[in-house]
């Protein structure tokens, strides 16, 4: 990796939170603790990558999204987005940037969605040419004629996503963070979405960090992905890596060509029969090729399915 866009080292960011008060006592008695919402997280992203940032509810990633934005500040560690300190440098570094909360609005709610672009030329001072270019590919690529005059607040949530994400790369950022962005829309609006972010990517080399629960998300945009828990790192690599090391089994699935009173083959485990099909599973240490020389020497087969582990059943295990 070449100089990296985002980098941050042992970061770490704490909270101080109140604890039911106990009994009947008053506020100035109230015991408080510290949640440790990042727990010292090094990480490194290049320039044009887009990494996916995963992980359970409450594992920290809203968090370090919001450092790195500059809506927090950091408790230790550093961090260092597009060479700036976020949090010290805010005005600048969020000219460099584009935000999009899933179900959030940055947009002014009684504004049509064309006025709140135009004020964003202003407060961006993106030049006007470039301001129409950008308008006219972002129209193109997110439909915004469907509801370009229509009050921010008279949008569904699809259409709302779609102007937030037009709204955040009008001034040409070229690091875009997304917090969620699918959260609760119908897949027709997700993949929407996710063909403009990945246009994005392809067309203008933006970096994309993308925090989410949908793993089609991930599948359909992310090589590289970054799993934390409990504000640790647990995982950095590539998507392909993660099920290959962390995958549980996979499953065979015969179908015979005659009803056997029982089956059973050497280095798989039976997990269900029903009629002529059995699935069994098996482990990395076996071939899916050398269960099926064996099955076949004492069966008849008519067909076979192998069926690999998916990121959901791999990060379930991970948690
Ligand atoms: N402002 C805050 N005050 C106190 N605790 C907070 C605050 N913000 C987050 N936390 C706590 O920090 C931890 C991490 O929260 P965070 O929102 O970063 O998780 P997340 O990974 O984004 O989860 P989700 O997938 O549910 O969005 C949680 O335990 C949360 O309760
Ligand atoms: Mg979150």
Known sequence: MTQPIIALENLTKTFRVALKPEGRSLPWARTWKTVTAVDAISLAIGRGEVVGYLGPNGAGKSTT???MTGILTPTAG???VAGRVPWRERRQHVAGIGVVFGQRNTLWWDLPVQESLDLLRHVYRVPPAR???NL???RALLDLDEFRFKPARDLSLGQLMRANLAAA????????FLDE??????????DRIR????EINRERGVTVLLTTH???????????????????TRYDGALSELVERYGGDRALQVDFADDYAEVAVEGATLESREGRRAVFRFGRGVTAAALIGRLSERYTLADLTVREPDIEDTLRRMY
């Open 65 to 67: 999204i919001k450092m």
């Open 78 to 80: 550093t961090l260092r």
């Open 131 to 133: 301001f129409a270019e």
């Open 136 to 138: 006219t590919r972002f």
């Open 169 to 176: 790369l009008m001034h040409d950022p070229g690091l875009l």
């Open 181 to 190: 962005p699918t959260i609760g829309l119908d897949v027709v609006a997700k």
């Open 195 to 198: 063909a403009f972010i990945r």
């Open 214 to 232: 949908d793993l089609s998300d991930i599948e359909q945009l992310c090589e590289r992905v970054i799993v934390i828990d409990h504000g640790r």
